[in-house]
């Protein structure tokens, strides 16, 4: 059984994959999308995007990452391939699951799943630009307007050569409002011979018992849960070997929010200080009411210094908190 780190735009960048990774439980990450238009990418893109290459595409910790490419052409995606696998990719995702309306107008992600055919078409393309040693996933949705063709998107990758398909469990109408129809997956999981990877909707322990129950995956795909409690993976991993293992606790969260705060200073614009763990905080209030709390007191501060010193007065609250407990 395989737990991967989804690929979330603007999300989960490089530091995020290394931070998560750390936990234990995650067995494989797959990166933010590289977006192909009709040009060839210059090396520094898949670097930009996937640093791991420089590592054997793995990150601090180990774990593997795959390099995802997004566009709606065969033969751009197919160079494109080969030049991230010149420049160190050992796996290659491609992205038909975004339902972002920027990425659909401009021919990418989800709205690809309207024609089959022209998933199929961009699979084989990369499929065969590739030596046959380096796989070739592919990540979609349960259908773009509807829910009615998931199953010929899904026998289109595999007819075309993919090696695993992860599906999210939801069309690109449907959003992410629950439920995550699961169920679909499970007919999807039937049909194909190739491994099919769950996603959608799996915040807890419980969730992963039922997603694995109607969809039969043994492989999942975890994003949204795993910023709102960055140990489920761990959990997951307890309960299928009879162990247990506890939801992190706010001040252990806390920590893991105080380090990405440090590291990402240098690497986005004072301005936007701050933006990226604001983003997270709006994940982990859903496990953590002290999430929410926090927001608000730093919700409309961009100052690093008055940012790190929140921080530190939260950090020794919940420091005060448990030993008083």
């Not at 975004?98 to 659909?104: G, L, R």
């Not at 979609?140 to 992860?166: K, Q, T």
């Not at 109607?214 to 009879?242: E, F, H, V």
Request: glycine share 6%.
């Amino acid at each position: 059984m395989r737990i991967h780190l989804a690929p979330m735009e603007g999300v989960i960048d490089y530091l995020v994959r290394d931070i998560l990774t750390q936990t234990k439980g995650i067995d494989q990450c797959v990166t933010e999308f590289v977006r192909v238009v009709d040009q060839p990418l210059p090396r520094r893109v898949f670097r930009r995007f996937c640093p791991e290459l420089e590592n054997q595409c793995r990150t601090p910790s180990g774990v593997p990452v795959k390099l995802q490419l997004l566009g709606g052409q065969p033969e751009p995606m197919a160079e494109n391939a080969r030049r991230a696998v010149r420049a160190g990719a050992q796996a290659i995702d491609l992205n038909f699951g975004c339902p972002a309306k920027t990425v659909n107008k401009s021919d990418g992600g989800a709205c690809l799943l309207r024609d089959p055919n022209r998933v199929f078409n961009i699979v084989s393309a990369v499929r065969n630009a590739v030596p046959s040693d380096i796989p070739v996933s592919a990540k979609i949705r349960l259908g773009f307007a509807d829910r009615s063709n998931y199953m010929d998107n899904a026998r289109a990758c595999e007819d075309a050569g993919a090696d695993e398909l992860a599906v999210h469990a939801r069309s690109k109408a449907d959003g992410y409002k629950p439920p995550a129809y699961w169920e679909c997956i499970g007919e999807i999981k039937q049909k194909l011979t190739i491994p099919v990877i769950a996603n959608g909707e799996i915040w807890s322990v419980e969730d992963y018992k039922k997603c694995r129950a109607q969809s039969g995956c043994d492989d999942i795909m975890l994003g949204r849960g795993l910023l709102a409690c960055p140990n489920l993976a761990q959990q997951i991993k307890a309960y299928l070997t009879g162990t247990h293992s506890s939801p992190m606790t706010w001040h252990q969260a806390c920590q893991i929010l105080h380090h990405y705060f440090r590291i990402s200073l240098p690497i986005y614009p004072q301005k936007h200080a701050g933006n990226r763990i604001k983003q997270w905080l709006m994940y982990l209030r859903l496990n953590y009411p002290e999430a929410r709390d926090f927001f608000e007191a730093i919700k409309r501060e961009r100052n690093p210094q008055a940012l790190e010193a929140a921080f530190q007065r939260q950090l020794a609250d919940t420091t005060d908190a448990r030993i008083r407990a």
